[in-house]
Structure formats: C-alpha cells, structure tokens
C-alpha cells in the first residue's frame, strides 16, 4: 500500500504532463529540478510529492 495522492497533487501533476510532458522523465532527479521551475510553490515537500508523481506516471506510460 501507498500514500494516497491528494486531488490537488494530481490535477497540477496531469496539467504538467500535458503542457510539458516532452520536458518530464521517469527520472525523479531530473523531473525535480524541472518542477521546481514550472511550479510556484512555496513548499518542498509539496514539488517533490508532485515531482515523484510526474516520475511514476511517466514510467507507467514508458512501459505502454
């Protein structure tokens, strides 16, 4: 079992999938920095929480 992601995490993730989806990866290192400057969110938790998210989509439609 997992953490359940909020509705808020995948609504900014899905819309950063959609806009930049070419940018993101299914490397969360890189996904990091590339969140940290799309996203103006004050917190770091939070762009990391989005971050992995982005990086576990991304890997679930490599393997598609």
Request: glycine share 4%; hydrophobic share 35%; aromatic share 4%.
């Amino acid at each position: 079992m997992g953490r359940i992601k909020t509705l808020l995490i995948k609504r900014i993730t899905n819309e950063l999938i959609r806009i930049h989806g070419d940018k993101l990866s299914d490397n969360f290192q890189n996904n990091k920095q590339i969140v940290n400057k799309l996203v103006t969110t004050p917190s770091k938790k939070l762009k990391n929480i989005i971050a992995g998210y982005a990086t576990r989509l991304m890997k679930k439609n490599k393997e598609i």
